[in-house]
């Protein structure tokens, strides 16, 4: 996709072929630019919604951050065009769909696969770190795997651009930090708790605070009352990596370039499948 090469696009640039999925305010269809025959995911999102919502502004904020990302495990917008009713939005297109699905799928993933995500994760992460992006919003059905299996992240409904503490209420239960549970400031330690609780749900399949209620999933986050089961069997160093990430204190937890040289990381995750 050349997006320097034009200016405007609309819908007569693009051969629409099959629905992919369909989110909370759009549907997304696999899709073809005529002229370069780049394959593409169309996103469509009608602006009543948006208006009934009051998410414009959001939508808007999405589209700046994410079209000036360029990471190779971050999902691109090329671009993003409207007409009367529509906004569509130029997204790559991640051909082996959803993590969520794979894991699902296989249960869990073994060490080697879950410490190669990691690793992706992480340099994703830092790259948006730097650019002062906290993504807020990381789980694996916000992550998406291209044709060649490389993860990317999608999704920046609730990233944000910020330099200093924030104090929303967001995120998705189980993958929520204790200072969000506690409604305190957070900053970017909170993506760090994430790759956490991503690290022991990728190995185990199931995320470590899981509970009956709302309340006593608040409870276990807000204790860190982390527990390895038996089975599946998991080494002693991705334990390690889960304990360090899992801090309740945000400053204590893991670096994302310490993670990077964690030894777990080191074994598991060979440069060359990082898919780079
Ligand atoms: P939200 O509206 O909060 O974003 P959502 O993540 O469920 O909700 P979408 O982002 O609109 O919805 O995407 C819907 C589904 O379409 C995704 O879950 C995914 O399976 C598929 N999908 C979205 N974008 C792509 C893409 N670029 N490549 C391949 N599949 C995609
Ligand atoms: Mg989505």
């Known amino acids: ?6 200016r405007e696009w609309s819908i007569k640039d693009f051969e629409i072929g099959k629905p992919l999925g369909k989110g909370k305010f ?20 009608f602006k009543e919604q948006l208006e009934k919502y009051n998410i414009l502004h959001q939508l808007r904020r999405e589209m700046e951050i994410q079209i000036s990302l360029k990471h190779p495990n971050i999902l691109r917008l090329y ?17 082996n769909g959803e993590l969520y699905k794979e894991l699902r799928k296989r249960g869990h993933f073994s060490e080697k696969q879950a410490a190669k995500y990691i690793l992706s994760l992480t340099k994703a992460l830092a790259y948006c770190h730097e650019k002062h992006v906290i993504h807020r919003d990381i789980k694996p059905e916000n992550l998406l795997l291209d044709h060649e299996g490389r993860l990317k992240i ?3 409904g ?8 924030r104090q ?5 239960l189980d993958y929520l930090a204790p200072e969000m549970v506690e409604n305190r400031g957070h900053d970017y330690a909170i993506d760090n708790w994430t790759i956490g609780i991503l690290c022991y749900e990728f190995l185990y399949g199931v995320t470590p605070f899981e509970a009956e209620s709302q309340n006593d999933t608040f409870q276990r986050i807000r204790n860190v009352d982390l527990n390895f089961p038996p089975t599946p069997l998991v080494s002693r160093n991705a334990k390690h990596l889960i304990c360090r990430l899992l801090e309740k204190e945000s400053s204590k937890r893991l670096s994302l370039q310490k993670i990077m040289e964690h030894p777990w990381i080191k074994e598991n995750a060979t440069d060359m499948t990082v898919g780079e």
Request: with cysteine; glycine share 6%; net charge positive.
């Open 1 to 6: 996709m050349c997006e320097n090469s034009k």
């Open 26 to 45: 759009g549907r997304v269809y696999v899709a073809r630019e005529i002229k370069s025959k780049y394959v593409i995911a169309l996103k469509v999102i």
């Open 79 to 95: 671009g993003w065009f409207y007409d009367d009713e529509r906004v569509f939005l130029i997204l790559e297109y991640a051909h």
């Open 154 to 156: 999608a999704d920046f």
């Open 158 to 165: 609730w990233s944000v651009q910020s330099k200093s503490k």
């Open 168 to 172: 929303t209420m967001c995120g998705t």
